[in-house]
């Protein structure tokens, strides 16, 4: 079995500083908090958890990456303080990062240096239509 470790994921292993917008109607709410991604399981799975604030909601996310073949794509299941959960499924090619989920989905890129990630959710409508959800920006602090 290929490890998750030895794939292009691997770039995601850090703690990120996570800044954004909500498209919430007719007002732009804030987003910020922390993202972490770690190896677990001898490098067989990435732990994403995640902490921000949404508006005025704190949101908190488990989230565990498993490696797919070709190397580059990667199922995910996900677990928030809401109780809700979701299986999703995240490609990371080159640069390019995104993630597909029913109604939802990511379209960004992360930085040569696997320094910075930026890119937009999108929210599908009941009439099939995508509409911007939330503007995305993920700077990996530096390890002390």
Do not use: C
């Not at 959960?85 to 939802?104: A, C, P, Q």
């Amino acid at each position: 079995m290929d490890k998750i470790e030895n794939s292009n994921f691997k770039r995601l292993v850090g703690i990120w500083k996570t800044s954004g917008n909500i498209k919430s109607g007719h007002e732009n709410l804030e987003l910020n908090g922390i993202d972490s991604y770690e190896l677990i399981l001898d490098g067989n799975y990435i732990l994403h958890k995640a902490k921000v604030k949404m508006g005025n909601d704190l949101s908190e996310t488990f989230e565990i990456f498993k490696l797919e073949n070709p190397m580059d794509k990667a199922k995910t299941q996900y677990f928030d303080s809401k109780g809700e959960d979701r299986i999703m499924t995240s490609s990371l090619v080159k640069n390019e990062f995104n993630i597909e989920g029913k109604n939802l989905k990511f379209t960004g890129n992360i930085n040569d240096q696997s320094t910075l990630i930026k890119g937009n959710w999108y929210a599908q409508t009941q009439d099939g239509n995508w509409n911007d959800f939330i503007e995305l920006k993920l700077e990996k602090q530096k390890s002390k």
